[in-house]
């Protein structure tokens, strides 16, 4: 069974940091290339930083700079720390487990349920 379980979420105050992590289980959590959504009420969910299974990053404009992911393959967890957070952070955050079979190139992807993250004075 796959799990990609959260945490780190909460309360913090304009210019603050955070970092959340998430704890994969039941995947060969290497072979995967590891996200951070973020969804907004009233918007749609949007991809906010990617790691590779190589180790490339990519992150969305609204976040460079301030955001930095990171993945420890041993522990089979990533991370999203996030520095100067701002109120137009605030969201429901989710992990994302994804790749392309070499075999079929069927896309394979797993989500994790989500951590709240409020920014407010």
């Known amino acids: 069974q796959v799990q990609l379980v959260e945490s780190g979420g909460g309360l913090v105050q304009p210019g603050g940091s955070l970092r959340l992590s998430c704890a994969a289980s039941?995947?060969?959590?290497?072979?995967?290339?590891m996200n951070w959504y973020r969804q907004a009420p009233g918007k749609q969910r949007e991809l906010v930083a990617t790691i590779t299974r190589g180790d490339s990053t990519n992150y969305a404009d609204s976040v460079k700079g301030r955001f930095t992911i990171s993945r420890d393959n041993l522990k089979a967890t990533t991370y999203l720390q996030m520095n100067n957070l701002k109120p137009e952070d605030t969201a429901v955050y989710y992990c994302?487990?994804?790749?392309?079979?070499?075999?079929?190139?069927?896309?394979?992807?797993?989500w994790g349920q989500g951590t709240q993250v409020t920014v407010s004075s």
């Open positions: 039941g995947i060969i959590f290497n072979i995967y290339d």
């Open positions: 994302n487990a994804d790749r392309v079979r070499v075999t079929d190139r069927v896309r394979v992807t797993y």
